[in-house]
């Protein structure tokens, strides 16, 4: 069974950070590139953070670059994402993902997703 279990969501006041954690299990890691995607009711889900199966290759939108940084740990099966200088603008749910880069990018066809975890920043 796959699955993408993200944590280390909360509240945090403005100009704070948080660290959010995604482990997968039930399939091989580095089989796909991951993800991180973000969703505000009523509003067009964002792609936030990309990192390929290597590393080698990262994306960030242009609302997060300087501030979000993100990562993995391949032994471990985990996708970070570091997020500093938080902003009331970041506040939403936060979704991981897995699938192919161009899958990323687009934002469709993408192959696994976890259930999300909230950011909460106030001012």
């Known amino acids: 069974q796959v699955q993408l279990v ?12 948080l660290r959010l ?4 299990s039930g399939y091989t ?15 067009e889900r964002e792609g936030v953070a990309f990192i390929s199966p290597d590393g080698d290759s990262t994306y960030y939108a242009d609302s997060v670059k300087g501030r ?4 993995q740990d391949n032994a471990k099966s ?7 200088s938080l902003q009331r ?23 696994y997703w976890g259930q999300g975890t909230q950011v909460t920043v106030s001012s």
């Open 6 to 17: 993200e944590s280390g969501g909360g509240s945090v006041q403005a100009g704070g950070s």
């Open 89 to 111: 603008d970041d506040t939403a749910m936060y979704y991981c993902a897995a699938g192919p880069w161009v899958a990323l990018i687009a934002g469709i066809d993408l192959i």
């Open 29 to 43: 890691y580095s089989s796909f590139s991951m993800g991180w995607f973000r969703q505000v009711p009523g509003k």
């Open 21 to 24: 954690s995604c482990t997968a």
């Open 78 to 84: 985990t996708v970070y994402l570091q997020m500093n």
């Open 68 to 71: 979000f940084t993100i990562s």
